[in-house]
């Protein structure tokens, strides 16, 4: 079927929505990208005349394209190389969709991208569209062939376990920033104490290589062996820069809607690290060094601004 000029525009107004939530289902910015091109195809063979309401119908069909996604991406994530983290979003992406509340940016936060790979395909599903899109449950009902009811445990089960999960609160931006330079501080002083005193007791560290770079297959946990890692990774030395293959830009940014460390050589980002501040101190470093997952980050940083580094490690 050929699209009149108004439905490819009604596809084209929807697409930054449908973006948002297959971002957040699949936790992978090219996965979504596909997503929204099959449901394109989809809406393209469809009898589009006979469709009532379209946003209904595409969110329906992205949905189920990525129901299938997450269930062969489960059977992947068992033989993935190391730590599994999202791929990264930077500030400004559209594809981080609404951000007005907390639970908004909550739910795009790679502490919670992360939580939500033990949810059940359907339970991450109700969880995105009610918890970041306030899709009332007769409508996620209809996308899952579900019942209300059904929608409705389904979301209670995945609150509580994204609950269990997340005992953090959110800290002011200023805040958070001063934290950041503290640790640049404390990390490049070469001494572990300072570190030390900026983190949580149960403080941890996880960086994603995916088998492309070199990257710890379990997380560092407690704040001590945190602080070491975090020293030996801010302090220059010959194998870091023979990894590096040049001198690394340290810039103080935001991914995910969290403060960020992202790391560039050459122009080329090699490396998003998210930190998850609390009132208590960081609670968390989450690293995505794989190459593979760092290329929309690249691009996007290429055509931003982004003013001197805070840090160059030679």
């Known amino acids: 079927m050929v699209l009149t000029g108004n ?3 009604l596809f084209e107004a929807s697409m930054p929505r449908l973006k948002a939530i297959a971002y957040r289902l699949l936790g992978s910015a090219s996965d979504a990208e596909d997503a929204v091109q099959d449901t394109f195809l989809r809406w393209q063979s469809a009898d589009v005349d006979r469709i009532e309401v379209p946003e209904a119908w595409l969110t329906k069909v992205l949905t189920n394209l990525c129901l299938n996604q997450l269930t062969s991406a489960r059977a992947r994530r068992e033989t993935y190389v190391g730590q599994w ?3 990264p979003l930077l500030a400004g992406d559209p594809m981080l969709g609404p951000a007005d509340t907390a639970e908004q940016r909550e739910s795009v936060s790679f502490a919670v991208l992360a939580l939500m790979e033990r949810l059940s395909p359907d339970e991450r599903v109700v969880y995105v569209l009610r918890e970041a899109f306030g899709y009332p449950h007769r409508r996620i009902a209809e996308i899952l ?8 445990q389904l979301f209670h089960r995945a609150k509580k376990h994204i609950a269990d999960g997340r005992t953090r609160t959110e800290i002011d931006e200023a805040a958070a920033r001063r934290i950041v330079d503290e640790f640049l501080t404390a990390a490049t002083s070469g001494r572990t104490e300072p570190l030390v005193r900026l983190l949580t007791a149960d403080a941890v560290a996880i960086g ?10 379990r997380p560092f946990e407690g704040a001590v062996a945190v602080a070491k890692f975090m020293r030996s990774l801010f302090t220059p030395n010959q194998a870091a820069r023979n990894l590096l293959g040049g001198t690394a830009e340290i810039h103080v940014s935001y991914a995910n809607g969290l403060p960020a460390l992202v790391a560039t ?9 998210c930190l998850e501040i609390t009132a208590d101190g960081i609670a968390a470093f ?4 794989n190459p593979d997952k760092l290329e929309r980050a690249t691009w996007q940083w290429a055509a931003t601004d982004h003013g001197e580094p805070a840090l160059r490690i030679t």
């Open 7 to 9: 439905q490819i525009d």
């Open 265 to 273: 050589v050459d122009g080329r980002v090699i490396g998003v690290m």
């Open 208 to 217: 994603d290589g995916g088998g492309k770079v070199p990257a710890r297959t």
């Open 286 to 289: 989450r690293n995505q060094a």
């Open 85 to 87: 983290l999202p791929e």
């Open 145 to 152: 062939d579900a019942t209300e009811s059904a929608s409705q």
